[in-house]
């Protein structure tokens, strides 16, 4: 454990966590969460009450989804030319030109637009609505990685990420 440093993890960490589906019971992959929410919450990211848990920020970015097959895969491009409507540290909104059902598993990348280009990432379709007759979809989706979610208060501003 680290107070105020750098953690190195040793090759048997790596083993048991790092590389493997078991990262969430890591005693520094927990503690890096519990901080993220101290700071989202100290600046206003972590809405107290409501539905919503987290805060949304609009901000149109490009991104491509494809959609994951169940070893988190991209196998399939949906939409090449999808938009961000707003980011949140939970997930995200878009606006896509395919409908994606509920609970189908995508990986995205942001375009150039955004401050870490190319940055990919893998999240869970929560629902998908059609926007009125235009031949768009509203499409929210939730974060499955901690690191994205870093990267997302980077991208906000959110200082200690």
Known sequence: MTKGGLYIPMPEHIDLFCSTPHYIKCHQYMRGCELLQETAKKYGFIVDGGRRRFRRVSERISLAV??????????????GQAMTLDLSLGGLRIESHREIPPNT???????PDFSAPELTGIGEVKWCESKNGSGLFETGVAFSDFSLTQAIGNHLGLPMM
């Open 66 to 79: 494809s959609l994951c097959d169940n070893d988190r895969r991209a196998i399939e491009l949906l939409d």
């Open 105 to 111: 598993l995508v990986a995205f990348e942001f375009g």
